[in-house]
Each structure stands twice: as C-alpha cells, then as structure tokens.
C-alpha cells in the first residue's frame, strides 16, 4: 500500500533530475565512487576464531589469539607453522611442564592436521625474523591446542613448489585447491566476476537472469550433451550457450540482460577446452558493434585487478581478412612482430620454377616471416622441425633463407636471383644479421595458415633459448571484426555453414548478396582477443523472421521447424539487438598467467573431459535406466570384461 503511493510521486521527480544536463554523468560517477570505496571483508565474522593466520602483524602483539589451520610444517617439537587461506604464522610450542599436553599434541600431530591454537601474539627475536613471510617479524606462543582432524600420510605434499602429476592433482583436487596459487586464482576470479556485476547491474542497468540448462537441440555449432527424458524417444539437450533465451529475453523487453552461465560442449579430447565452462554473457536491444566494444571495454576496465596494472581503451581493431594475411589466424599475439610479408610481386620476375608455379593460380601467393636472431637462437634441429611441421599440417613446402653477419644471404634460392635483387628482398623483409626468414609458395590461405604456425612456433623456440619476444605482463587486446557470415564445411566444400552461429546478421552493406552470393557476404560478428587467445564473441543477431528463416533453409539448408519457437518470437515486435560472450575460464587464466585453463576452475575435467576424483561418467544400471527407454548396446569386449 505504501509503495503504491510513493512510486508514482518519486519516479517522476528521479525523472526530472535525470534529464537535468550532467546530472546522469554524475549519478553514475558517484556510483562509480561508492562502488570503488570498497570496505576491507570481516573474515572473522561468524567463526569461532579471533583472526587468520595471514593478517597477524607487529601491530597484534600481546593480543590473544585464537586460530584454526593446517599444519604446514613442523620442526622438531620446538615449533610449527600454521596455515589458513589467507597465510602462515609460526607457532611456538612450549616447552615447559604445564603445557606438557600442548607439546605432546602439536609435536605429534602430522601434517595438514586441522588444529586450534590459542596463544599470545609476541615479537621474533633479534635476528629471528623471515622477511619472506609477510608475518615474519611475529610469532604466536601457544597456550592451548586441539587437533580437529588429524590427517593421515598424503598422496603428494601441499605445496606450490612440489611437481604433482595432473591425474593425481585431478584426483586429489579437494588436496590441490590447498594450494596457494590455487587459491588465489579462485579468489581472484571471484573479484572479477564481483566488479563485473557491479559494472553491469548496478552501473548501466543490465538485468542478471538465469536461463534453462535443459532444452532442446541447437542447429550448427558444437556438437551437445543429451539428457533423457521419460518420454521415450525424447531427450533435452545441455545448451552450449544460453544463445536463443537472451534473444527471447529482448523479444520479452528485457533491454538489457546479463548471467554467469554455465554452458556444455561435446567437443571430446581437447587440450584447451572444457566440456562444461562459464561465460559472462551480455544480450542488448537497440545497440550496434560500436555499442558491444565500448560496454565491454568498460566492463573489463571496471573489474580489472589492480594488481595486473591497468589496460588502455579503445582496444585496436583489425579485419578478418588483415588478421589472416598479416598473422595467419583470426586471433594474431600482437605483442610480438614478425608479421607475414607478402613478397609475391618482388619475386614475379624471378626465375624460381616453384614460385612461378605458385602465382600461375588464381590464388597464389608467396609470403614469408622473418626470425630475428634465428641463426644464434634456432638449432639446424629446430628449422627442420619447423619445415617438418608446416610440411605435416598444412601440406606445405618452407624454404628457409639466411642472413650472414656480412649481411649476404645463404639459400637455395640465391642462385636465381641477382646482388640487386637480393639486396631488394633483403630490404623488403627487414632483414638484419643472423635473421632466418621462411619462405612459403602456394595458395594463398594455406600458406597464410602454415607461416602463421610457424610464427607462433618460433617464437616458442626462441623463449625457450633466451630470447624474450612476449612480455608476460603486457596485456594486448584486440578486436576482429568483418569475419564471413558463412564458411565452406570442411567434409562438403560445396555446402556452407555459419561462421558463428546461424543468428549472426549480415554486414548492412553486403544484405543483398545473401541472396545472390552468401560466400561473399560479411557479417555482424567480433571478436575479442587478447595475447594470441580468444576471450569473447558476438555479434548483431537477425530479428527479422524471413531473413532467419531463409538462412535456416535455404543457405544452411537446416529444418527451421526446430526452431519455430524463435521465429514466431521474431514475427512478434522483436527489437534489433546484439551482444557477446566472454569466455570468463580463458579471461581469468591468462590474467593469472596460468599453463591451463583447469588451474582456474575448482573442479575441472581431465583432458579426456573425465571427472577423475569422482570417476565420471559413470556406468548405471539396467533397472535405472529402463524410465527412460534406454538400453546400452556395448562393444563386445566391454560386454565380456562386464561379465567378469
């Protein structure tokens, strides 16, 4: 009843004052302010204890305190240090004969034992001190002690710097999440997300809305996870994104939507991927690509940690078409040269059979990168690696070329070309003293693709000699925009699938090819990209029903009737709108440098998807199986090993 008669009162004085000049500049600047301002967490809030084990300090001293941890180590009865997940402090363990209990206990107690110890916060003495340990100039007498749990012997130790195998690490990932880099990939992530929520709810109005995970299959993409239903013959699909609910959202007048979604592919053994994997998902009404890149590039400003220094906007952009004739991939490292060079005309007047060969089609070319200081960082092992990798993958012939220190030139090619011909070559690949350059003839995309490879391989090589080329703390963004709306499918060149997804719309300008040349139409997707990797995609959707229905069925040549659902919603007053994924698994791993993407996930899959603490999948019974119309056809060995 109350707020039935405040709101029509407030909101049209909150009204007014927004459209008072600056006044929404300024709300949002004080909120910015106030969200910034942020309070130090209570960790001893609610819990028994007095304080952590990691904020102990100088300051602390002659307190009494109560603490829980793990038994990091021990020493010979005379001391112990502590652990929790905020740090270490060293415990003293009397020695005299009243505390005859406290010293048995902790003297026995073995490690990672869960303990309570109260004691009096005292100064190290003189000389004493570990500057390494944050509470290095302290140390906490114990008084009482008692063991919570006592730990039995361990399947590896917990520490960073002890090697652990990944299966045993997957094993064990209640033991490794002990951890401290562990931990503080998890606590970081956990910020991240925190700052992104703020950014986008509390800042710019986005709505967090949960979707379905169970649905139905999605034409296109990646391959799902099906789920039984009692239905016979039925089966949900896990959604590989929430794709068509926050378009539905838009159609519904959301405006603005936003979710930490988990979402599943079927993708099978892939080193980089996860079957299961969360993204920061974004929809908006009424926004174009200009509209997606500044949100995002606000939202990753907004929530990026102090710690990882700061990151400039407006993030570079590149085309499709650039990235792949300059890099060799849709996601170029730009934090490094060596950018392909296109040599094709310099060397149409040459007399190299091969080369000839090559721009005689339609499509040849001849491109080459340069490796600065190859000949005193790179093996003749490591160059023929590098000839027999791009021969392996990508069919493709290298010619490898190289610059003494008296600035000639040492090929097979040098024969066919003369001093001032060398001389231009030189000239036009920027070649120094010791540079290797690999050349390669052929079709065009194949040897983009093939030097690309190699690029990223020999800058691998070269790190692993000496020579920095990547600064591990320089974050590089980039967007890459233009892409093809469709793509010839690999097993059927002559049949076209979507780039992205089958809602991307078309770039404005290229509408009317769709219907007379999809090959040739670009679309409305961008990606995001940072240090070589891909972190987000997305684009402007289609939200008219007969342009979606002729992609569906004529270009794609799919069953539209699978997503009737989505169609009637655009014949219904669907607004225009767009939006992106950031893959949040990538994102945090290369903020905290980590090798894999399972160092930040509490509990990820093996490489082979395989939960191996929990040994999943699994197999059911029969009786468990029979509500929903399932039975298991096994390969005939596995029928007899069942047997036994």
Partial sequence: MALSWVLPRVLPELARGLTRPGCGRAL??????????????????????????????????????TLYGWIQYQRQGLFLVLRDFQGMIQVIIPQDEAHSHVKNLLSNAPVESVVRVTGIVSPRPPGQENPKMPTGDIEVKAETAEILNSCKKLPFEIKDFIKKTEALRMQYRYLDLRSFQLQYNLRLRSRIVMKMREYLCNLHGFVDVETPTLFKRTP??????????????????????????????????????????????????RPDRQ???????????????????????????????????????????????????????????????????????????????FVQN???????????????????????KNLESLKES????????????????????????????GEEQQSQLVQALNMQADDVVLL???????????????????????????????????FHFLWVVDFPLFLSKEENPTELESAHHPFTAPHPTDTSLLYSDPTKVRSQHYDLVLNGNEVGGGS?????????????????????????????????????????ALG?????????????????????????????????????????????????????????????
């Fill in 28 to 65: 949002r600047r004080a909120a910015s302010a106030s969200a910034s301002a942020s309070v130090a967490p209570d960790f001893n809030s609610f819990v028994t204890r007095t304080n952590t084990c990691g904020e102990l300090r100088s300051a602390h001293v002659g307190q009494e305190v």
């Fill in 220 to 269: 296109g993409g990646a391959k799902e996870f099906l789920v039984p239903s009692r239905e016979a013959g039925k089966f949900y699909s896990l959604p590989q994104s929430p794709q068509q609910f926050k378009q539905l959202l838009m159609v519904g007048g959301l405006d603005r939507y936003f979710q930490v979604a988990r979402c599943y592919r079927d993708e099978g053994s």
């Fill in 275 to 353: 079957p299961e994997f969360t993204q920061i998902d974004i929809e908006m009404s009424f926004v174009d690509k200009t509209g997606i890149q500044k949100l995002v590039e606000g939202l990753l400003q907004y929530s990026w940690p102090k710690e990882r220094g700061s990151i400039s906007t407006p993030f570079p952009s590149m085309t499709y078409e650039e990235a792949l004739a300059d890099y060799g991939t849709d996601k170029p490292d730009t934090r490094f040269g060596m950018k392909i060079v296109d040599i094709g005309d310099f060397l149409r007047r040459s007399d190299i059979q």
């Fill in 358 to 380: 090559a721009l005689s089609y339609p499509h040849g070319t001849v491109k080459a990168i340069c490796i600065p200081q190859g000949v005193r960082y790179l093996t003749n």
């Fill in 390 to 417: 791009a021969r392996s993958q990508f069919n493709q012939e290298i010619v490898e070329i190289i610059c003494r220190p008296d600035g000639s030139l040492k090929s097979l090619l040098t024969r066919f070309l």
């Fill in 440 to 474: 390669a003839a052929g079709e065009e995309k194949q040897v983009c693709s093939a030097l690309g490879s190699l690029r990223l391989e020999s800058a691998d090589l070269l790190e692993a000699a000496g020579l920095v080329l990547r600064d591990p703390a320089a």
């Fill in 540 to 580: 402007i959707r289609i939200h008219n029903a007969e342009q979606q229905r002729f992609v569906l069925e004529k270009v794609l040549k799919e069953d539209s009737e699978v997503l009737s659902h989505l169609l009637e919603a655009l014949e219904l007053g669907a607004p225009p709108h767009g939006g992106i």
């Fill in 584 to 644: 949040l698994d990538r994102l945090v791993s290369l903020i905290v440098d980590a090798p894999s993407i399972r160092d930040v996930i509490a509990f990820p899959k093996s490489f082979r998807g395989r939960d191996l603490m929990g040994n999943a999948p699994d197999y059911i019974t029969p009786e468990e199986l029979k509500p929903y119309h399932i039975q298991v056809s096994w390969p005939l060995e596995e029928k007899e090993a069942n047997k036994n």
